[in-house]
């Protein structure tokens, strides 16, 4: 593999006085379906602290949107039943007729806000993929700020500009410090609107597709979990992150996802609840303390990977 770079921008779901949104017209972006070209990653990687977008501090109500529900989702007059995700792609029925993919394009969802409230979402633009990212459909999706009755992109950029996101199942623990922090929820009637430049999504475009398996079928959904931990050098598996944006390291793994590119210090070895070891070289500003987590110099070792292990990270050595 190569070597690619991604700059991690700071996002955001900036929200308005929510509760439940009041039907508008001729309000917000036009809605809009199209087709993303994006690269496939591989190699060296940016990485950021975000595990689905940082709370901003703006003149509106910031708030994490913590997961969207499949029940009561609607399309025009309609409301949708038995809707899923297969991948990244919406399945459902309204009125009588099948729908997936790009019908819809106009779906309103509930959103769950890390205070426990709600706010209305709307699907503005679909994108299928393509190439080796044909499963990976990005949505550009809104929310209705109640305060300014305005639709406004729910992932924000650090300049402000829109983000797309990708429907991922279940939903993230998005406590920090805590027990269960930054798990993964395998939750049958909620999914989350990853987006994109966050570890959600990132490690999507890292090639560790939840939704999809290894050539010998091994699922992905375990590396997934261990790159978003990764990414956010979330070392105690506890949701807290040691990173700051805009640090290197390297990810490498045996299934044949990510091939370690760069002779560079070994990190940490990662599984779906944190590091399984790190050693004294981290990303962090400062020493990092687990309890039950060892630093230890046999950390690193490829031969790791049959005892548990699914990621490896490595940093850049001192300049």
């Known amino acids: 593999m190569g070597v690619w770079k991604q700059t991690v921008a700071a996002l955001s779901v900036a929200m308005g006085m929510v509760g439940c949104a009041e039907e508008v017209t001729d309000a917000g972006p036009a809605l809009r379906s199209g087709v993303a070209e994006l690269a496939a990653p591989n190699g060296r990687n940016l990485n950021g602290r975000n595990l689905n977008g940082r709370n901003l501090n703006t003149p509106e109500l910031g708030q994490t949107l913590v997961s969207v529900d499949f029940e009561g989702a609607r399309l025009g007059p309609d409301t949708l039943s038995g809707v899923r995700l297969e991948g990244s792609v ?63 992109p729910a992932c924000v950029a650090a300049d402000g500009s829109a983000l797309g996101a990708i429907a991922v199942s279940g939903r993230w623990d998005h406590r920090q410090g805590v027990e269960g922090g930054g798990a993964k929820v395998d939750d049958a009637g909620r999914f989350t609107f990853a987006c994109e430049g966050a570890a959600i999504a990132k ?32 070392f105690c598996g506890d949701g807290t992150s040691y990173t700051e944006d805009g640090n290197w390291v390297n990810l490498h793994d045996n299934v044949g996802v990510q091939a370690d590119s760069e002779a560079w210090l070994h990190e940490a070895e990662w599984d779906t609840d944190g590091a399984r070891c790190f050693t004294q070289t981290t990303r962090a500003a400062q020493p990092v303390s687990c309890p039950g987590r060892t630093q230890t110099a046999s950390c690193g070792k490829p031969a790791h990977f049959q005892t548990g292990t699914l990621l490896m990270s490595e940093v850049p050595p001192t300049p």
């Open 90 to 152: 919406f399945h459902g029925a309204a009125a009588g007729l099948v729908l997936s993919g790009q019908d819809f394009l106009g779906a309103r969802f509930t959103g769950n806000l890390g205070d426990g409230g709600t706010v209305e979402l709307r699907v503005d633009s679909v994108e299928p993929g393509t190439g080796a990212d044909a499963d990976v459909w990005v949505y550009g999706v809104s929310f209705f700020d109640t305060a300014e009755r305005l639709w406004k």
């Open 203 to 234: 490690c999507v475009r890292f090639g560790y597709r939840p939704w999809a398996s290894t050539a010998d079928g091994q699922s992905l959904a375990d590396h997934h979990q261990a790159c978003t931990r990764m990414v956010r050098a979330d």
